[in-house]
C-alpha cells in the first residue's frame, strides 16, 4: 500500500514538473517582453520571470490551482518589478543622503535603444505599467485593475495620460507615417 502512494506522488510530481516545462516554454519569452517594456533593462526582466516561476514551483502545488497561470506569473513579475522600484528609490535617497552622486560619463547607446524604449523609460512607473499591461499583455482595462489593485477608472486615467505623453515624445513618428501613407 504505502508503495502505491509512493508511486502515485512521484507520478503526480513528474506530471507538475511537466506541466511547468510546459508553460515556461509557452510564456517564458511573452513575459520577459512585457517586463521588458515595463523596466527597459533585458537582464533585469529575465531575472524577474525567472523569479516569478521560481515562486511558482515553489508553491505546494505549483499552479495546478491558478486557472490561468501565465496572468498569474505576470501578476508576481509585476509585483517584483514593484517592490525592485521602491526598494532602489529608498537606496538611492539614502545613499544620496550620505554622498551625492555625479555622473560624469553617459554611457554610449546600445543597438537595443530605440525612441519608443526611451520614451516608455521617460513615462512615469505607474504610467509605464498600465501602457505594458494594456499594449504589450494585451490585457482589458479591468484585468489590469485587477493586477494593479486600482480602480478601473484610474487604469483609464493613466492610459490616457500615458497616451499623450507618448504622443509629445514621440512626435515625428507621427508625420512620418501620415506622409508614408499619402
Known amino acids: 500500500m504505502a508503495h502505491d502512494e509512493g ?6 510530481r513528474q506530471r507538475g514538473e511537466q506541466a ?3 508553460l515556461y516554454h509557452a510564456c517564458y519569452r511573452r513575459l520577459v517582453a512585457q517586463v521588458y517594456a515595463f523596466t527597459t533593462d533585458l537582464t533585469e526582466a529575465q531575472d524577474v520571470v525567472q523569479e516569478a516561476f521560481a515562486r511558482a514551483i515553489a508553491r505546494p502545488r ?6 490561468n497561470p501565465e496572468a498569474w506569473l505576470r501578476t508576481v513579475a509585476v509585483n517584483v518589478v514593484r517592490r525592485r522600484w521602491r526598494r532602489r528609490k529608498l537606496l538611492d535617497a539614502i545613499l544620496l543622503r550620505d554622498r551625492p552622486v555625479a555622473q560624469t560619463v553617459e554611457p554610449a547607446p546600445g543597438p537595443e535603444r530605440t525612441d519608443l524604449r526611451d520614451a ?24 489590469i485593475a485587477a493586477v494593479l489593485g486600482v480602480p478601473t477608472g484610474t487604469v483609464k486615467s493613466r492610459l490616457s ?12 513618428y507621427r508625420t512620418e507615417v501620415t506622409r508614408a501613407r499619402s
Open 7 to 12: 508511486e502515485a506522488v512521484a507520478r503526480d
Open 20 to 22: 511547468m516545462e510546459e
Open 120 to 143: 516608455l523609460a521617460a513615462l512615469p512607473p505607474t504610467f509605464r505599467e498600465v501602457v505594458v499591461l494594456h499594449y504589450y499583455a494585451d490585457l482589458p482595462v479591468d484585468e
Open 161 to 172: 495620460r500615458a497616451r499623450t505623453a507618448l504622443a509629445g515624445r514621440l512626435d515625428g
Open 62 to 67: 505549483g499552479l495546478a490551482d491558478v486557472d
